[in-house]
């Protein structure tokens, strides 16, 4: 079990490094460019790790480090198919901690940043909860490892809520239309948001927090369509990788909302899909 | 091994200038040159930035700017002066509102003349640059 | 005397100790030395009790109705002539109505009515009265210090201190009172002493606002008097019985709903729910102390106590499902009205009232799932909250202002204030505290039970309550730098009763489960007949219990590491222009100018005076149609 897990911590970010390097190869070829190699993002962050330590103040990497280490915990919890609700409060913890590190700074940008996230959480955080909701629904309990041994995957009974979770992957990925907080492009209009101050070996941190980040988005979406046979599973893969280039051109194609507009609608789709998916759901079980 | 060349982030001030040499910057950036195969991103923030990148000359209001965001530059890093007017001030050398190229402020690690400077003669310049990072980073190691 | 008496009663002793005595010094000695001795007094009961809980009946009770009709009759006399000369009508027609009411009941129809337990003290009773006797001797003790500074500040308020505490001692009295009866009359009449005691508390600085604010808790604490005494006399005429125990065995046919219906109604009022959430937000205007244990950790728990203890007649009966309605859609439109709030207090009252409809609408479930997250809330809620209150009472102390985006600068000011309401706003939401665990069982509760709409309005409401926690957070952690601000004492009065309630909030996070084990599954087994499960499993509270000693670890291992770390300080990014103190920059004429951070309030979508209108309609329309739907019963 402890090999597991550390299996767990040591691969997880190595796979969402790799998936932000096709991220970045994959846009550029969208761009018509020829683009940085795949390892490209492995690159970035060993050369911040050797750059100088400079700060802004002291107490400031802390939430970062605090933050990656819920999130590789949350991590943890989800691939040895744990309880989903668990994981949900502890990214949300994770989360949070990152955000306040945003506020610590003091700076312009930093609190900018840390305000949109927050309004980024509390715009995808029922959609969240729903899923949470309706696998338990879908599947009677909500411990993954339950989840993923069903006879049903979980999307033929939760089309409207997967939908919703595509919606919000947007948020959770960091893309366009969704990317108000600290945009990778963003940077003529709020420098680099949350972002701002952290450099060096803190920099780094957050950019594996960041991938982290993704495997979660993307075991969401496994969680889908996954059963007990191994069939399912590789087409589950199949299927995250799909989610996966689906946003990249999303990303590409759409410019960033204003905030009014990402709440409102994320609202609204979650109140319609999730919840129309799950009454009706209410009805047959 | 030294990873710094294979990720330069760059940040790019623009100080008084005709902004023709900041259009060539911006250019290098188009999939037509696409220097983002080498791994560059234009961040726009020097505490990411490994190159500062000038284009166009100092002046009086400009002078502790461009001090202030040298220092919030992490070690090692180069400074790029592209264009004539980053080198010496150019042609406006002499005006009253020019104090001159940007090594009258900070360090300067590599020249790209030109008035205005080719994307070629950029991309060839960052290039040198990185050299110059690399040895920095070495150094930095020994110390 | 038996021990459970002596409590309930030396709290009015020491009331009345306390309004004699003038002499500021040496009441304060009075009522410290009494806080104590009330939790002593409260300890040693629960101790003694707790294994086998106790019944009590007095062989004299008819002389202590009788006392009990004086006193309240002496009571509506004083509520009727306030109503009339403040001219505020309704409250002395409420009363007008009541009291007749009682009396009438108590000398004619009583006499066959026999009460075989006056007093119960059963597992979630001794809960309750931990929380009254614990967190209301440390509020106390907090209120020596902090009414002394308040009349430094408030000049212009007459001084009445003496009234004041020995007020909250009459209080704790009757919430005592009012947790451990069964006889329903007993417990009315607890009721009724605590609204009259928040009406004098809310009234205290006797300026207009407070006295406006002081006669809506009034109204609506009496109306729901009013409902409670019809029930009674409902209950005591069609079913010859007093007693709550009785009560909730009855089978919920339609004469049983109506009295039930008419007991939630009060609850409700008591609770602050939508439409009557008006006076507890007005009750901000009273002294911290008051807000700390009346209006967020005991009086309002007594509504939702009640409606814990009618869960079974609730459970999935018509009137409990239009109490979870309202209870639900309380705290969803109470989580939305908080981010437009700027005033500390403000803030704290709307998120009172979410909590309390969240326990609401898990105890009108009455599964024993929900009734284990309710009683989980109840005792986190009262912990955190009044940590909370406390602490931004001392804030206001310290800053002199309660708005919150005043206390960026709390760190530098009072860095052990600034931690204290950081482990209280996290104790509220975050995992893994405690609220978080309770709103964790009550999501799985609803979906147990197939309460849909319920899930999805728990879900847009934690989604809204993380965003006005974290942002206070966000003020509090920011490093601002303020020289202005002169450093003023931090008395030990203040700050004795926080830190012992910080150390409250980890203790019960850490013990939860044990609480769960000896308190909790008890309780519910013996009202289920069955044996309880713990909604949330073994495993996930093990990991759990992992969070919480990495969020104790971490910032004790960051100091080692910070250490040995040195690193060049640079200023904050101001786009170049810094002036180098982080805090003003150079703007394009060359001026200086400040850097002002706010937070987003977002009034246009949030704001109370849009929302509030709309969601009182929308309760309103809740509480007519669950009318409609007795009447069709009764039909």
Known sequence: MILKIILIIIITPLVGGLLAGMDRVISARLQGRHGPSVFQPFYDVLKLTQKESIQVNTMHRFYVYASLAFIILTVVVMLTGGDILLAIFVLTLGSILFVLGGYSSNSPYNTIGSERELLQMMAYEPMVLLTGAGLYYADKSFFIKDIISAKVPAIIYL??????????????????????????????EIVKGMTTEYSGKDLAIIEVTHWYETVIALTLVFLFFATSSLESRIFAVIACLLAYLFEIIVDNGFARVKWQLALKSTWLVTGVLGSINLIVLSFFR | MNYVKKSPWILHYDGTSCNGCDIEVLACLTPLYDVERFGIINTGNPKHADVLVITGSVNEQNIPVVKQLYEQMADPKVVVAIGICAATGGIFADCYNVSGGVDKVIPVDVYVPGCAARPESIIDGVVKALGILDEKRNAMKLK | MNIITLLILFPLIAAIAVFLVRNDSMRN????????????????????????????SFANEHVIDLAIISVEILVASYVIYTGIKSKCYLVSIFAAIQTPLIAWFELTQKAGIEVKSAIILDNLSAIMVLIVGVIGSLICLYAVGYMKWYHEVHKDYKERKSFFLSVVFVFLSAMLGLVLSNNLTWIYFCWEITSLCSFLLIGYTRTKEAKKNSLLALVINV???????IAIVMIGINFKTLELSVLITLKPGIMVLIPVFLLSIAALTKSAQLPFSGWLLGAMVAPTPSSALLHSATMVKAGVYLIIRLAPLLGQTSVGRIVTLVGGFTFLAASLMAIAQRDGKKILAYSTIANLGLIVTCASIGTQESLWAAILLVIFHAISKSLLFLSVGAIEHQLGSRNVEDMNILMHVSRKLALYMLIGISGMFLAPFGMLISKWAAMKAFIDSNNIL??????????????????WMGKLVSNANN?????????????????????????????????????????????FKGNAMVPISASDINIMLIMLCMILLLPI?????????KRRIVPIYMAGENTGDNETFYTAAGMTEKVELKNWYMEGYFGSAKLTYWCNVIAIVIMCTGVILLIRGLA
Request: with cysteine.
């Open chain 3, 29 to 56: 000695v009075i009522v410290k030395i009494s806080a104590l001795i009330t939790c002593i007094l409260t300890l040693y009961v629960v101790s003694t009790y707790f294994k086998t809980g106790a019944s009590l």
């Open chain 3, 483 to 527: 020289r202005n601000v002169t450093k003023k004492d931090f008395t030990l009065d203040e700050e004795l009763p926080i830190f012992i309630q910080a150390v409250l909030i980890v203790i019960a996070c850490v013990t939860f489960p044990l609480i769960s084990k000896y308190a909790l599954v008890p309780y519910l087994t013996a009202l």
């Open chain 1, 159 to 188: 089309p409207g809520v997967f939908l919703g979770l595509i919606y919000i992957l947007t948020f959770k990925l960091r893309k366009s239309p969704f990317d108000l907080s600290m945009s990778h492009h963003g940077h003529q």
């Open chain 3, 557 to 565: 291992s960051f100091i080692p590491l910070h250490k040995k770390d």
């Open chain 3, 223 to 229: 109306g729901g008097g009013l409902a409670f005494a």
């Open chain 3, 454 to 471: 319920i899930v999805i309005i728990l879900a847009y409401g934690s989604a809204a309550t993380l965003f006005y926690w974290t942002k």
